[in-house]
T-cell receptor
């Protein structure tokens, strides 16, 4: 049973544009929602994370929007750069186990 | 601080063999989790250790096992390897007592032939 659904599977955005990746979860017990960035040949790197008591968190060009009632959260990358081209994973957890989305391959074109 | 380190980085094994992967967490981190990453199944949780005890386990067969040592280093063992075990095995660590931020290592790429 897939508990975290992520979309789109792939995304192409022009340099300087806004990249938006969406996730939806089913388990209302989840209380921690991180986003990871993964480059080829590397492990996932923690990008930004949010807890359900806030609706938005911003760190630099990266923003998480969280909608508890809809059980959805999204990652916004402002002023997208070619160096942002990577695979992005959303995740959710209650405790130690992270449940991951299926990933979004983001490509930023000049 | 040094990050999470995993050895070896690459491994080729034959079906039926067994393999042991090693993970050294970030200094001071007492929790170590293992994940399997494949193109078909994505990132899946294997198990988590804290203070040498397994606290959580994912839905993997008993061929997958692990342990943690007193210095928090962890090993993962897969016995009777199958072709479907080919994957990137990732280790993640976190302090274990507060916060949920998990930091991943570069992974071990296991190929079973």
């Amino acid at each position: 049973q897939q508990q975290v659904k992520q979309s789109p599977q792939s995304l192409i955005v022009q340099k300087g544009g806004i990249s938006i990746i969406n996730c939806a979860y089913e388990n209302t017990a989840f209380d921690y929602f991180p986003w990871y960035q993964q480059f080829p040949g590397k492990g996932p790197a923690l990008l930004i994370a949010i807890r359900p008591d806030v609706s938005e968190k911003k760190e630099g060009r990266f923003t998480i929007s969280f909608n508890k009632s809809a059980k959805q959260f999204s990652l916004h990358i402002m002023d997208s750069q070619p160096g942002d081209s990577a695979t992005y994973f959303c995740a959710a957890s209650k405790g130690e186990k992270l449940t991951f989305g299926t990933g979004t391959r983001l490509t930023i074109i000049p | 601080k040094a990050g999470v380190t995993q050895t070896p980085r690459y491994l080729i094994k034959t079906r039926g063999q067994q393999v042991t992967l090693s993970c050294s967490p970030i200094s001071g981190h007492r929790s170590v989790s293992w994940y399997q990453q494949t193109p078909g199944q994505g990132l899946q949780f294997l198990f988590e250790y804290f203070s040498e005890t397994q606290r959580n386990k994912g839905n993997f067969p008993g061929r997958f096992s692990g342990r943690q040592f007193s210095n928090s280093r962890s090993e993962m063992n897969v016995s009777t390897l199958e072709l479907g075990d080919s994957a990137l095995y990732l280790c993640a660590s976190k302090p274990g007592t507060s916060g949920d931020e998990q930091y991943f290592g570069p992974g071990t790429r296991l190929t079973v032939t």
